[in-house]
Each structure stands twice: as C-alpha cells, then as structure tokens.
C-alpha cells in the first residue's frame, strides 16, 4: 500500500516538469486529465505528489512498516483521511467520469473506468483495512 502511494506521488512529482512518459502536454491531457490541453501547473502536481507521499508515510506506519513519529492519533485520523478520499475518488471517478455525467475524452473515460478508479477504490479499501488493523491492535 505505501510503496504504491509512494510510486503514485514521486509519477506526479515527475509531471510537475514534464508529461513523461506520454509524449505531449496534448496526450498527457488527453489520457490523464481528459480535458485541456496539457500537464496542470506545476504547484498543482507537486501537492498531489506531497499529499500522496503524506498518505503513504502514515499508511507505512500504521501498518508498522515505517518508523513512527508524531502522535498515534495523527496517524491513526490520517491514515482514516487517506481511505476516506481514495474511496471517494474511485467511486466517485467511476459515477461521474464511467456514467457520463462530466465531460471528459474517451480515452480518459475508458482509462478511468479500467485503471484510475479501481487503483483508487484499492487503495482505499487498504487503507481502510490498516485503520481497522491498527484499532484492533490497540483495542479501539
């Protein structure tokens, strides 16, 4: 789980400075926006890549892989924050992008139905099952 939000940050920390590995700010659009005309500024990438790279450090010590620092209860509402939100986009993503009610190109749509969503409801139902883990472990 951490190692797939960590890689999923550092991608987007990538497209701050260049829409690899597609070829084009036009295909980046196209594929991974689905709408506009090439990479979102620059401030916008490196905040995803910074809130992802926040999620995998609290799910990785939650989880007891990663060192743990700061207050339990930081971490335990963290790690809950991050299972909430990535719940919501792949659900979220499938209602609105799968079913058409936001305009978005096809190619973007079928990626979003086949990958982005259910990497997002994945991760979500992860991070959900670590929080659950974490109480038990605690007694909650």
């Excluded at 260049?18 to 090439?38: C, K, M, N, S, Y």
């Excluded at 979102?40 to 905040?47: E, G, L, M, R, S």
């Excluded at 190619?107 to 969503?117: E, N």
């Amino acid at each position: 789980m951490a190692g797939v939000l960590a890689a999923t940050g550092a991608l987007h920390a990538v497209w701050a400075v260049t829409p690899w590995p597609l070829r084009t700010p036009e295909e980046f659009a196209d594929t991974v926006v689905g709408t506009g005309d090439g990479v979102p500024p620059a401030a916008a990438c490196v905040a995803v890549a910074g809130l992802l790279g926040s999620a995998a450090y609290l799910v990785g010590a939650e989880a007891g892989v990663l060192p743990k620092a700061g207050p339990a209860w930081v971490r335990r509402q963290g790690v809950r924050a991050v299972a909430g939100v990535m719940l919501a986009r792949g659900a979220g993503g499938l209602a609105m992008f799968g079913g058409g009610l936001v305009a978005r190109s096809e190619r973007f749509r079928r990626l979003d139905t086949r990958y982005y969503s259910p990497l997002c409801l994945a991760l979500g139902t992860g991070a959900a099952v670590v929080a659950v883990a974490g109480g038990a472990r605690r007694g909650e």
